[in-house]
């Protein structure tokens, strides 16, 4: 079984550039996560997609962070204008949504805004 | 007052100790419980995963859900080097909500 695909898998960019993240899930997991995880600090749920409608996107910085799933199967992030303090990990990761709910985690995207 | 404090360490044991890592929390709607490992330059892979409280065993692993307390644990027993790596707890209130991590706690198992 293939795992969660994420491109590109590093990205470096300077302030106030955009840029755009994309992710494809397992095959047949209806709900889909980005995470931004932070050096030296834990992964932090950015947008949560069940099939293509939004579930929780209560901690995305909407001014400049947007995400969509149109299909229902493969999501893009994007950050437009980038700052300094974007430089994270941005995870993808998926599930079936059944009740246990095992997230499996793609690769990351490495992202340095200069 | 961080939901979930989790020590990062570094954590450096000889091969074949056995290591304890674990988590506390603030939250009692916490109902989930989750360790992941994460190595270097790759996403988090799924290790334990305990519903409420106890202990669940596999392999040389142990993980211990203590929610009286609002701590959990995880023991790796006869470490190897392969087992260097960070793990981060994870938990959630309910089946289909986000995953609320620690910080990640980096081992490292040298032979």
């Known amino acids: 079984e293939a795992g969660v695909a994420q491109s590109p898998r590093y990205k470096i960019i300077e302030k106030r550039q955009s840029v755009a993240f994309w992710c494809n899930p397992i095959?047949?997991?209806?709900?889909l996560y980005w995470y931004q995880q932070i050096l030296g600090q834990g992964p932090k749920l950015l947008i949560q997609?069940?099939?293509?409608?939004?579930?929780?996107d209560s901690q995305l910085p909407k001014d400049r962070f947007s995400a969509e799933r149109l299909k229902g199967v493969d999501s893009t992030l994007k950050i437009q204008p980038a700052k300094l303090e974007d430089s994270a990990v941005y995870l993808c990761?998926?599930?079936?949504?059944?009740?246990?709910?095992?997230?499996?985690f793609g690769p990351g995207t490495r992202l340095l805004v200069l | 007052q961080k939901e979930v404090e989790q020590d990062p360490g570094p954590l450096s044991v000889p091969e074949g100790a056995i290591v304890s890592l674990n988590c506390t929390y603030s939250?009692?709607?916490?109902?989930?419980f989750m360790w992941y490992r994460q190595y270097s330059r790759k996403g988090p892979e799924l290790l334990m995963y305990?519903?409420?409280?106890g202990n669940k065993e596999d392999g040389r692993f142990t993980a211990q859900v203590d929610k009286s307390s609002k701590y959990i644990s995880l023991f790796i027993r006869d470490s190897q080097p392969s087992d260097s790596a960070t793990y981060l707890c994870?938990?959630?209130?309910?089946?289909?909500?986000?995953?609320?991590f620690g910080k990640g706690t980096t081992l490292s198992v040298s032979s």
């Open positions: 939250n009692s709607a916490f109902q989930y």
């Open positions: 997609f069940q099939n293509n409608g939004v579930v929780d």
């Open positions: 994870a938990m959630r209130k309910m089946a289909g909500t986000a995953l609320i």
């Open positions: 305990t519903y409420s409280s």
């Open positions: 095959s047949g997991h209806a709900t």
């Open positions: 990761a998926s599930s079936f949504g059944d009740s246990q709910e095992t997230q499996y």
